[in-house]
Structure formats: C-alpha cells, structure tokens
DNA sequence: ATGCGACTGACACGACTGTTTCAGTAGCGG
DNA sequence: CCGCTACTGAAACAGTCGTGTCAGTCGCAT
C-alpha cells in the first residue's frame, strides 16, 4: 500500500519540491489537499498514497525545508579548514539572511517556529527546538578550540545567534535593510575579533 | 442589528476577556467558533453578534493581547520621570520576558507574529509590523536626549530589540532560562551604559 | 502474455467550518 | 402595559476539510 519510507520515489520527490515551491508562496499554516494538488498538478488521491496522510506531508516539507537551511549553513565553517571564527560566520549568516531572494523561506521559517511552540505535538513537533540546536551547532562548529568549549564561548554563540534571529525578526517585518544591517554589524564589532 | 464598536458594551469585553484566556492556551491558528463558544459558556451565534464575524473577533483578540503587551512595556520609562536608559530599560523587558507566568502571551505573539508575515492581509494584518514600532518607541523613550535622537541611539535600540526578541525565541523553543539570560546579561554589558 | 507494483481518476463519506434565519426572552424607560 | 434594545437558543445553510473506496492505467520483469 504505503510505498517505502527508505525509498522516496522519483515521483515523492517531484511532488514534493513543487509543493515545497508552493508552500514557500503560501504558507503552512492554512494548507489544504485540494488547492495544493490542483496547484502542483495532483490530486489529493495522490498525495495521501505517496505521504500517507497530511501529516506525512508537512513533516516532509518541514524536513525539505530544513534541508535548505542546513545546507547554506554547511557552507559556512564546513569547508573543512579551520574554523573561521564565531563573528565572521556571524557576519555571513546574516549577508545570508538579508538576501531578498530568500525572503519567502525565511517568512515560513518563523511561521513554523512559531506554530511548533503552541502545537509542540503532531507534524510541527520539536521544530523550534530542533532549528535552535542545528544553528547553535553550526556556530559552535566556526569558533576556534580554545573558546568552542568554554562557558564564554557557548554564551557568545548563543548571543550570536539572539542577535541574528531577532534581527531576522525585525526585517521580516519592516524590511529596513538599512537600519538593522548597521545595527547587525554594530553589534559584530562589540562582539570582538 | 450590528452592536456600536465604540460602546465595547459590558457583555462584549466579559465574553472578550474569556476568549482570551481560552486562546492563550490554545493558539489562534486554528480558533474555532464552536470549541471556543462551548469553552467560554457561549454560542456562536453569540460571537457572531458581538463582533460581526470571526475576522472582527480575532482581531479584537490581538488587540486585547497587544494591550497586554503595552501595558508593560509602558510601565517601564514611563514613571514621568526623565529616561532610565536603554540599558536598564532592555534589562527590565528582559525579566519580564523571562517570567513563567507570560509564557503563554508570549507564544501567543510569536504565533501571531509569523502569521502576519505569511498572510498580509485579513485580521493580522500589520500586525508586526505593528509591534516592531511599539516596542522601539518605548525603548527611544526610555533614552536620554542626546542618544535617543542621534543615528546611533537608533542603532543601540534597534540591537537591543533584536536581541531581546532573538533570546525570546531561544528560551520560548528550550526553556533553557540560565543559558539565555546569561547571553543578555553579557550583551547587556557589552552594550555600555 | 502475464502478472505485479507504482501510480492515478472519480466519487462519496462523515465531520467540521463560518454564517444565516427564525424565533424568541429579559430588562427597562415611557 | 407597551415597545424598544440587548442578547440568546436551535436549527439549518452551503461549503470545505481529510480520508476511504473502487476501479483503472501504465511500465516493466518474468
């Protein structure tokens, strides 16, 4: 009945990324079967027999889109070097996160987030959660031996992170590009070398 | 037929005060006039009639929480006194922040706030747009002269917001208050008197 | 050719949605 | 007592929701 969880399907993966697309313009939070299907060319029959149930579906766009996200931040300090240090990474997550190109992923972000804390159960569960690790990681990942695991360095990175997701917060909602990079970078040059 | 919205009327706010307790622990993603109704001792029909139709009622709801919020927030600089200065002002929204007792609200904004990103128009509409502008009004008030109006004082609020809404995000996903407050205290350090 | 697995279309089920219609009831000023 | 305003109950409207049922069509290995 159900096709195979270990093998996603080349058909899943085509529906998937277009109804990830369509999610991007739309939102999750009043998603529904018969518009989405109609959108992507499907049906809602289809839908249900290659993800189960609705549920199957949005666990699965979250995870898309938290792939996405994972993968820019891999780009980061990943590159198999050395660490490149908390506040340069800093400064390119949020050369990053101001991009206007990624507006809509950013939007859907913060509506999951948000949505996750009042529901922690069903689809969204642990997703604040989870986002709030994978970053904390990430930054943790960029900061040099001595300070990565020091009590100083763990409060550093956790204030990186406040900075850049409160900022986020504010450009969402104002798009003041101006205004909050200055304060971003501001807030970089406080934060030492 | 329709009640006059600036008479709120006794019945209106009672019914109001308990839809609101009723979405603080519910969400208003997915408020539905017959639960709610039944929860608070009421009838759809009721709410219909008191506040036109379910739009006007979740916009009476982010109202009612917006005023929460800016009860708060007001009791901060605002004594009559001359300003307390953004750094003790940011320190003082941040214990409040902090408090167990307005997690709920809390959640209720986040939720609040990512759905207006998603979905412009309707009932949230502005919404974040909204709360952005309250809260960096009371942060400038609560700056002496010389900054508040200077290119700077405008940099040193705009970070101050973003990393107290940064770190709200943190702990309303882990709960991990010691961690977080820690970060702001330094931040708050960091920031100067 | 045959059978099997992946995929799809059409349709209906029951539950729930916001909203409306019709019919009231309680209180209160005249 | 009258009439008016504020409020309420019961039931039904048309619509959408997620999901299930039954059937059918491909493509491909045997």
Same mark, same amino acid.
């Given at each position: 009945?159900?096709?195979?969880?270990?093998?996603?399907?080349?058909?899943?993966?085509?529906?998937?990324?277009?109804?990830?697309?369509?999610?991007l313009?739309?939102? +999750?939070?009043?998603?529904?079967?018969?518009? +989405?299907?109609?959108?992507?060319?499907?049906?809602?029959?289809?839908?249900?027999? +290659? !993800?189960?149930?609705?549920?199957?579906?949005? &666990?699965?766009?979250?995870? &898309?889109?938290?792939?996405?996200?994972?993968?820019?931040?891999?780009?980061l300090?990943?590159?198999?070097?050395?660490?490149?240090?908390?506040?340069?990474?800093?400064?390119?997550?949020?050369?990053?996160?101001?991009?206007?190109?990624h *507006?809509?992923?950013?939007?859907?972000?913060?509506e999951?987030?948000?949505?996750?804390?009042v529901?922690?159960?069903?689809?969204?569960?642990? !997703?604040?959660?989870?986002?709030?690790?994978?970053?904390?990681?990430?930054?943790?990942?960029c900061?040099?031996q001595?300070?990565?695991?020091s009590?100083?360095?763990?409060? *550093?990175?956790t204030?990186?992170?406040?900075?850049?997701?409160?900022?986020?917060?504010?450009?969402?909602?104002?798009?003041?590009? *101006?205004?909050?990079?200055?304060?971003?970078?501001?807030?970089?040059?406080?934060?030492?070398p």
């Amino acid at each position: 009945m159900s096709p195979d969880r270990t093998t996603p399907s080349a058909r899943q993966v085509e529906l998937l990324e277009a109804a990830y697309q369509y999610v991007l313009d739309h939102g +999750l939070a009043d998603l529904s079967l018969r518009p +989405l299907a109609t959108a992507i060319g499907s049906s809602p029959r289809v839908l249900m027999f +290659l !993800f189960g149930n609705k549920d199957g579906l949005v &666990r699965a766009l979250l995870a &898309r889109a938290r792939t996405d996200e994972l993968a820019i931040l891999d780009r980061l300090g990943q590159a198999g070097q050395e660490p490149i240090g908390l506040v340069p990474a800093a400064d390119r997550v949020w050369a990053w996160l101001a991009v206007d190109e990624h *507006r809509p992923l950013l939007r859907l972000w913060v509506e999951a987030y948000g949505r996750s804390l009042v529901e922690p159960d069903g689809a969204w569960a642990g !997703f604040a959660r989870a986002t709030v690790h994978d970053w904390l990681a990430v930054l943790a990942a960029c900061q040099p031996q001595p300070e990565r695991d020091s009590q100083e360095g763990a409060t *550093r990175r956790t204030l990186a992170l406040a900075v850049l997701r409160g900022a986020l917060l504010d450009l969402l909602a104002t798009g003041e590009h *101006r205004r909050i990079t200055t304060a971003v970078r501001h807030q970089l040059a406080l934060l030492g070398p």
